[in-house]
């Protein structure tokens, strides 16, 4: 198993342009996760699904989008990219109701600039 | 409003010493806590948990203490090797919590040297 991957590793935007970080899972687990990390801070939770269609918000969902069509896919889509945004983003997933540990992606380094 | 924090941004330990990472919550409707391990340029990766219902639990080198009086947890690793050397994070989860989620504290670089 791949497990939870993330591409690109790294990114640089431009203010007001437009990404998507792809996030997969190969281990059939129906929770999904994008958190972000800012230096010296702890992973804030961004968006959240339990199960394909299903999505909602976490801490600090303000400037992003989600959508999940299938189990293995959470795109996290940044609209009008802003120098907040600034981050590492990871992805993580869990098999679901009373797990505990999340399994996270290697991240994505984003820099909007 | 940080409801689980790690006070402590380094530690920096002595190979074959003990290293203690101390965590502190506030919210009593957790009902588990977790201790990440984040190396550079990776994912966070899960290393022990305890219930709410427990004070102690051990998974070789590494022990978790849970004081609910005090709403504290701290990790033990002994010994501590230089392999050790990462980021810990402690996590908590919400009784009846949909979806799962996760609370973070900040993180505690530990460099165990050698």
């Known amino acids: 198993n791949a497990g939870v991957t993330q591409t690109p590793k790294f990114r640089i935007l431009k203010i007001g342009q437009s990404m998507t970080l792809q996030c997969a899972q190969d281990m059939n687990h129906n929770y999904m996760y994008w958190y972000r990390q800012d230096p010296g801070m702890g992973l804030k939770l961004i968006y959240y699904s339990v199960g394909a269609g299903i999505t909602d918000k976490g801490e600090v969902p303000n400037g992003y989008n989600v959508s999940r069509s299938t189990t293995e896919d959470f795109p996290l889509r940044l609209e009008l990219a802003a120098p907040s945004q600034t981050s590492v983003y990871f992805c993580?997933?869990?098999?679901?109701?009373?797990?505990?540990?999340?399994?996270f992606g290697p991240g994505t380094r984003l820099t909007v600039t | 409003d940080q409801q689980v924090k790690q006070n402590s941004p380094s530690l920096s330990v002595q190979e074959g010493r003990i290293s203690i990472l101390n965590c502190d919550y506030t919210?009593?409707?957790?009902?588990?806590f977790l201790w990440y391990k984040k190396y550079p340029a990776e994912g966070p990766t899960f290393l022990i948990s305890?219930?709410?219902?427990?004070d102690k639990n051990e998974d070789g080198r590494f022990t978790v203490f849970l004081n609910k009086s005090a709403k504290h947890l701290s990790l033990h690793i002994v010994p501590s090797q230089p392999g050790d050397s990462a980021v810990y994070f402690c996590a908590a989860r919400m009784i009846y919590n949909q979806g799962g989620k996760l609370i973070f504290g900040q993180g505690t670089e530990l460099s165990v040297k050698p």
């Open positions: 305890i219930s709410s219902i427990k």
């Open positions: 993580a997933s869990n098999t679901g109701t009373g797990a505990r540990e999340q399994y």
């Open positions: 919210n009593s409707m957790f009902d588990y």
